[in-house]
């Protein structure tokens, strides 16, 4: 994803490397032959996503029938609904048009939950959740992962709340519409009785924090899936990446609130927003200069928090110079990733030799606990390239080169980019947007800057 903060200079003294140093004709991370590459194979992958209005994708479904545009996490076979986090985190690409983006907006706040419910496993949906997906044929709302049952949803297995990030992804969505197509009024627009800038705030309070603290905070018998994309993972206590989220999405509140006129809701989330830039580092930093994922089950080093961090600028100073470093010593040395991919865990923090992660209901390197994915390569080359710009070249062009090889277009056997892979075979889910569209964003961002401390 482009560099969100530059969606704040004027809200919070936020470190923006890029904007920063002066521009000269040192190489691009990605040379132009190899960004446009990747800009065409992220526009297929999106067309390939697209579930226009009346399209069946899926036998096991009927067509979507939400009256407009949805994007779903892939092509081919991969996931039927419309998942929230996998769209928002895709926005940043600057290919998914307005009239699509205010139309999944409108379903996401339709949706939103309205009356706290427990559902028949027991676990619980506060009032302002937002979905995991939605179903594209009939519109229901699916909080929980792990199925696309409205009627059985709420397995304690997925926790015990809906995932945290989607309700600071909801706002991602609004506030990058409103960035791009000026439509200010919309946040006024009442949605089943609450207008859209209410709906958003809902969201924000929903995932639960310790009395005192603006951490995103679980415990073990109130579970929520911390992040969607390590969802098979138990992690607990205080919360690193949905803190970072929650963090991006106090600085996007204060924007939305500025241009609304409301000075006083703007400072507020401002604060918000200083207080968690503060509080992450001291919570979550390790010696080595990584941010661990947690202060409960699974606390371990946790790369993409780390890479997510230093990219959003909350890490700073002489401690992003420390951990930046560490993670291009973590590539050289071949424990961060795969043919360009990168792990959750450096392979010499795996908790066990059983396990990447702590508790995880998934096998050693397959999907979430062990495998590599394309989604955060682009903020780790972003981290990488500020210690040193070479390494990050040739992470980045590993990348690219396994997209080459591996390009879903020329055929029914090639698959990529796929949503994980691992060296022992596995293969999961080909055609996976987010494993394109957030590196494309981030790399086409990343033009000729001067680097050096």
């Known amino acids: 994803m482009k560099n969100v903060i530059t969606l704040a200079v004027c809200l919070l003294p936020v470190y923006n490397v890029f904007a920063q140093q002066k521009v000269d004709d040192s190489p691009q991370i990605l040379s132009s032959r190899d960004l446009q590459f990747l800009k065409g194979i992220t526009e297929d992958v999106l067309e390939s996503s697209r579930i226009l209005p009346g399209q069946v994708v899926s036998s096991n ?141 809902m969201a924000y309070k929903v995932p639960p924090v310790k009395m005192g603290s603006p951490i995103v905070h679980t415990t073990e018998k109130l579970r929520g899936v911390d992040f969607g994309f390590r969802d098979a993972i138990e992690i607990t206590g205080d919360l690193c990446f949905p803190s970072i989220l929650k963090y991006q999405a106090s600085v996007e509140l204060a924007y939305l609130f500025e241009k609304m006129n409301n000075n006083s809701k703007s400072a507020e989330y401002k604060n918000l927003a200083e207080n968690l830039k503060r509080d992450i580092p001291i919570l979550f930093y390790d010696q080595r200069g990584m941010l661990l994922a947690s202060t409960g089950k699974s606390n371990q080093p946790d790369v993409w928090s780390t890479a997510f961090a230093v990219y959003l600028g909350i890490i700073e100073g002489e401690m992003m110079k420390k951990t930046c470093q560490f993670l291009a010593e973590a590539f050289q040395s071949g424990v961060l990733a795969y043919k360009g991919n990168i792990r959750h865990i450096l392979t010499n923090d795996d908790f066990s030799s059983m396990t990447a992660w702590e508790v995880s209901s998934v096998s050693k390197n397959t999907y979430q606990n062990g495998a590599y994915w394309g989604t955060p390569t682009g903020w780790v080359c972003y981290a990488i390239a500020l210690f040193d710009y070479g390494v990050a070249q040739k992470l980045a062009t590993e990348y690219i080169e396994d997209l080459r090889i591996n390009d879903f277009r020329k055929g029914e056997k090639y698959g990529a980019p796929f949503e994980c892979f691992h060296p022992s075979g596995n293969l999961q889910n080909p055609v996976y947007l987010t494993s394109v569209t957030c590196p494309y964003a981030v790399f086409k961002s990343m033009m000729k800057p001067t680097f050096g401390y």
């Open 61 to 201: 479904f009927g067509a979507n029938n939400t009256g407009g545009t949805l994007i779903r996490p892939g092509g081919r076979d991969c996931y039927p609904s419309f998942w929230i986090r996998d769209y928002a985190m895709s926005l940043e690409s600057g290919l998914i048009t307005t009239d699509e983006q205010k139309h999944m907006i409108k379903l996401v706040a339709s949706t939103q939950c309205d009356q706290t419910m427990i559902t028949k496993g027991g676990c619980i949906i506060p009032l302002g959740s937002v979905a995991d997906h939605i179903r594209i044929d009939d519109g229901l709302p699916v909080y929980f992962p792990g199925t696309y049952s409205y009627e059985d949803q709420g397995d304690p297995k997925w926790g015990a709340f809906p995932p945290y990030c989607d309700h600071f992804y909801f706002i991602h969505m609004a506030c990058f519409y409103i960035k791009q197509s000026s439509d200010y009024e919309c946040l006024s627009t009442e949605i089943n009785g609450f207008s859209l800038i209410s709906r958003l705030e």
